[in-house]
């Protein structure tokens, strides 16, 4: 019962981050038509704004400490973090402990910009131009981003630890009656999940309940019509790809403290985000949302011994297994809508 | 009446086969006497440096080249001469080699057997180099292995340490300076013994590919000998980024230690997630749960931070040891690139000075004189102490570091302390051991 419950505690962990980043794609596939290749790069960013206000907080200046010896025998060069000089060495450290936390309102705006940007300079020039194109053009994107953060930050992975109070593990067991110790599950894998659901939770409520969100979803639904209205729809779906970029860069930043930013961590969830957009149905915002927690929770049911006892290798093959099954049975995914796509 | 059957084509086409007939003798025989593959004709000779300059193992792959151009410095007479100042050997004199300069192209293997293959291919059909070196990959350096074998050059292996590198897929013109899996469990079972017991149930998460494989299997022999357990092992892939979906099941399986058979970019991560599961905080058995990385490098310290504190792992060579040759290295290459080499990047900076004084002491850069002047070679002063290539299988024999994750570390480079230095007869071991078994050496290839 531990390993399971375990297991389900992993794949809703897993699909906060498969649902964040299907989210965004759909948003941007729903209002703009395009498929975005270069989603996975605006995930890593968002991650490496977390990297970044953690470098910032430790620029330092250097001071030579004659008592001690670097590794080639000559004087140590002591360095001491500004951030450390002007605060106190308590105020100093404790804001470099919340540096993950306090990069979410950094990579808001910065997030929204890069998006807002991205879409006037780059994406607005592929509405018209078929798919394939806007494949290629936004994936050549991603590896000139990924390429760029490679040479900035190198090509091993940044440890971006969470605050102290979040490490360790919550006592899951001993909430659902079951002995101490029984289901402990990592503190700040609790926090991203409840991040997830306040994310996702928000983006439905702006589309669901204010009246620029009215708009974007009669924008979604039919363009022409809005437009007809009077109604500048470009303006509102270049702020919902800005939008998506931020939902993306905040993901981003929040996972750091599980998976060690590199520059290839985007594409690692580009495909599978991908899968989980078509299994959702392409355009249906909850649909994107169902598909990232069902896969998760299914990848981390095959990663179980007992399940790959019995067909080896299941863990790698899971999600495409699923995502053929659904498209033979559901071509449309599982809440996709008439139409899209299909033309 | 007779009629000429030339044309003024037909002359030329003629002539042109005749004169391409003409001269391909000349041409096969110029072949034929330097007798091997891209023997060179010039002032200069080509190495190849086909290292992961993307991918997983990309940054043990850059400090790999930074070396590898040290090498080539010191070899051409530039900067201090590094190691050749304390190598036993006095052949290089910082003229080249055999009065040829040492040139250089590289490589980007992206860490993929086939990219590495069709990088080392265009190294040696299209750049002419005479000698491949480097990799991060055991994968990958088998697979590089067979081409140079049929390619007819010599492959001075980088940072692999599967046991099949030397074993079932050793090749005649491959040597590998870097230790391997029976190595590090020979060199962690007695240290581990002292600091654990003899009663441990041990959970192994292996890298699904023959380095993991064989490491695993190297280990478990190891720790079973000294009475532990082996509970699991789990194959994971390479490059699955996050390990929560196989760590879970460890925190009620039993086990009190996990051995991680991971490395580089998967290591960091599965050691953090596995302490963010709280393992190492973990009571098991009536013991402190404990974590094992049997091949340890100072990048992936680097990368793993604070978490690898009083983690035991084993390496080829640090660069903290006080010997006069690797102060020597230490020295050329903090003064040039700003920080301490990598255990990658010494044992390629040491196998371009080894192959060059091979060619050196054989008088030739042919294949197989180069081979022969390798096997059974006695050296030292490069960082190991008494080291020697085994003619049999190719296989560098030396002594090997038992290190541990530093408990308070002082300094960004301080992250990793040597337990011990592990004397070569205790990891040595007869070239018919099982581990190794299977293959065949085979015979030099000079190729051309």
Redesign the interface.
Known sequence: M??FI??I??GL??GSAYALIALGLTLIFGTLGVVNFAHGALFMIGAFCAVTLQKIFGISFQTIDDT?T???GNP?KVDTPYIEAWFGPEMGMAIQDWSVPLAILLVIPVMFFLGWVMERGLIKHFYSRPHADQILVTFGLAIVVGELI?AFY??????T?APDMF???VDVGAWLGMDSG?V???K??MVYFAFSLVTIGAVFAFLQFTTFGMVVRAGMADRETVGLLGIDIDKRFTFMFGLAAAVAGMAGVMYT????P?Y??GM?FLVLSFVVVVVGGMGSLPGAVLAGFMLGIL??FA???EV?AVIPGI??IIIYLVAIIILLTRPRGLMGRKGVMEE | MSKSNFSRRGVLKTGAIAGAGLALPTYLSAASHAGYTNAPTGSSVKFGFNVPQTGPYAEEGLDELRAQELAVEHLNGIGDGGMLNTFSEKNLQGDGILGKKVEFVTGDTQTKSDVARASAQSMIQKDGCVMINGGSSSGVAIAVQGLCQDAGVIFMAGLTHSNDTTGKDKKANGFRHFFNGYMSGAALGPVLEKEYGNERQAYHLTADYTWGWTQQESIAASTEALGWTTTQNVLTPVGAGDFSSYIAPILNSGADTLILNHYGGDMVNSLTQAIQFGLKDKQVNGKDFTIIVPLYSELMAAGAGSNIQGVFGSMNWNWQLQDAGTKAFVKSFGEKYGFPPSNAAHTCYVQTLLYADAVTRAGTFNPCGVAEALEDFEFDGMGNGPTSYRGSDHQCFKDVLVMKGTDNPTNAFDTLEIVEVTPRAQVEYPVDHPMFAGGDLGTCNPGA
């Not at chain 1, 190198?154 to 440890?159: E, L």
């Not at chain 1, 403290?257 to 060690?260: D, H, Q, R, V, Y």
Request: glycine share 4%; net charge negative.
């Open positions: 531990d390993a375990l297991q505690l992993n962990d897993k001690q670097d590794f080639l140590l490679k190198g090509a091993n992975p940044i440890q630890p490490l360790g593990t029984a402990a599950y990592p700040w894998r403290p599980i998976l060690s590199h290839n961590i690692d990848q981390s990663s179980m011994n790959k863990d790698q």
